[in-house]
């Protein structure tokens, strides 16, 4: 039932479908094997996840719907950051189930979100046009999203614009390591040839190890932080993290 519902279900129907399984699944899949860092709580395994042939096992905490890669950022912002703490306005693009309500919920954040469809967003819009003004927000997020626009640096520029100096964000994107340059093409329509080439059906770019360069590009100052150097390797099992994925912190110049 569930490879079934994320083959064909539009992404607002998953979204709405996936509240219900928060509802139960504390108790169907209660247990000690891994752990969601962003509840705490504990199950004997985890949900599969992913599209067509990428269906990956033990990916999807039936908590919070949270992935490895949400893990692995609740972990950078909880140990590495003054997020929880520091009053703050916040932009989240296309806001994760796992990080929206519990956002909202802190006292010391003013959190906007947005989305070109989403049900959980403030506002809807087009990324390359973020109609809000300029140096607004203290920190973005936006992750899991340029990989499905036409023109990502004209996004990224955005993403500069509406953050105030010295405002970062992180901007999570699906890549490939040992490639060198990001493989892409917006004019490619075809679902099957999409997912062949870019991973999924409606991707139209998969980053390489030019992705740094990209984001330096549109004006800001990147730090790579590799959680594999600062988390034990039972982390990774406990938590169910990706390894080898490094989180790219942007910081908008002061001058």
């Keep these: 039932m569930i490879r079934w519902a994320l083959r064909n279900l539009p992404r607002p129907w998953l979204i709405r479908l996936s509240y219900l399984v928060q509802w139960v699944a504390p108790v169907l899949w209660a247990g000690k094997r891994f ?6 709580r504990s199950y004997r395994r985890f949900l599969p996840y992913g599209y067509g042939n990428q269906i990956r096992e ?62 959980l967003a403030d506002l809807h819009f087009d990324l390359h046009h973020i109609p809000l003004e300029d140096n607004r927000f203290d920190v973005a997020f ?36 040992t490639q060198i340059s990001t493989d892409e093409d917006p004019s490619i329509t075809d679902p099957a ?25 549109a004006g800001f100052d990147v730090e790579c932080i590799n959680m594999d150097q600062h988390l034990a390797p039972e982390d990774f099992e406990r938590y169910r993290l990706p390894m080898g994925e490094p989180l790219y912190i942007c910081r908008k110049p002061v001058a």
């Design 193 to 217: 040839e999409r997912e062949r080439r870019f991973g999924q059906y409606d991707h139209v770019r998969i980053y390489g190890q030019d992705y740094p360069e990209r984001l330096r590009a």
């Design 142 to 177: 936006c992750n899991h999203v340029l990989e499905h626009v036409t023109d990502d640096a004209q996004c990224l520029r955005e993403l500069y614009r509406v953050l105030k100096p010295g405002g970062w964000g992180i901007f999570q994107v699906p890549f490939v390591p």
């Design 35 to 40: 752990t969601d860092p962003i509840d705490g």
């Design 58 to 119: 033990n990916a999807l905490a039936p908590g919070t719907n949270s992935l490895e890669r949400h893990r692995l950022l609740w972990l950078y912002l909880q140990r590495f950051t003054n997020f929880f703490e520091r009053p703050q306005h916040v932009l989240h693009i296309a806001p994760e189930q796992c990080f929206h309500g519990r956002f909202k919920r802190l006292s010391n954040l003013t959190v906007l979100t947005g989305d070109i469809e989403s049900p």
